[in-house]
């Protein structure tokens, strides 16, 4: 099995193959994610690439290795995603006719870029296992060339290049944490980094939902589940090519939860104004649930990704907000009176909490007929301004708390 893990000549050339063709994504030191880790923190935008993914690299790579009458058949993907859009941009860019499988939960952004770049998409079944069963039969009939997302030796050491530049950009870093969904981006990666660095230190990352490299690591027996934020490593198991990778150049895995995902993609909009998927925001997740095991160290983080839904991001937001109290839903018992509500906003408004939302129950609540319960969202400046919000309605004789 030696003989097929990647080696430090083989991303080397991969990074050749690629120059000029995708993006070096800047690797940036964070001040404040810093401060906040207490460790330095230096961020690798692969968000920033031309299909917001670091996957291009992979699929270049593989792709640029074909032969004329591989090309003329054309390729075949199967893919979530953004592996599905790294192989449809290159394939229309290289002229190469391009099939993508994709799973019918596939999100509509990701779907909808894959056909702008001029690959026929088509939707299988239920479960990424169904839509890979098919994808595997369309390529036999039609005799189209596999690229598959992370267990090829060609895409690993695409993969790989994200380490190059880092180490190249930032040569102090002395710790790469990474996410691991199949193990191709840390696989490519740790073979590069550990041949120029031997003793860096190298650390996966997984969400609690999708733990098969953590078992592995860890020798656990932890359940996969159904879904995750962090669907772009929503993966079941490592490859053949990929675990060997994992068990041999990879120190630890870490997992993270979905609340710390959600965190991190907050962290990393209003700090550094980046956007990132779930899956792009694990490594700083991690970093942020495990500090201790980060401190005084140089951290480098891959930002693998950024394609998230519009909605599920305004959403993630509106949440962070509730979480850092932000916005904060208050439950008053007023008087029945007309201009009672008015006398609260007015209140309010006063002690600098601006309303977002307002709903007045009189048939739905245990008060008093002669009463009222009303329910006000508020933007507020955090905890400690709740708290000096319901402490001034409370003494002016409102009955007030706050709620979820």
Known sequence: METLLPTLDDVRAAARRLHGHVLETPCLPSRTLGELAGCEVFLKFENLQFTASFKERGALNKISQLSEEERARGVLAVSAGNHAQGVAYHAQRLGIPATIVMPRFATPVKVANTRRFGAEVVLHGDTFDDARAHGLLLARERQLTLIHPFDDAAVIAGQGTVALEMLAQQPAIDTLVVPIGGGGLIGGMASAALALKPGLDVVGVQTERFPAAWNVKHHGDR????????????????????????????NDVLLVDEDDIEQAIVLLLEIEKTVVEGAGAVALAALMKHRGRFDGRKVGLVLSGGNIEPLVLAEIIERGMVKSGRLARLRLDIRDVPGALADVCTLLGKLGANIDEVQHQRAFSSVSVERVQIEVVVHTRGVEHIAEILAAMRAAGYRAERIG
Not at 223 to 250: N, S, Y
């Open 223 to 250: 359940e996969v589940q159904q879904a995750t934020i962090a669907d772009g490593i929503g993966v079941k198991a490592p490859g053949v090519l990929t675990l060997p990778l994992i068990q041999e150049r990879v």
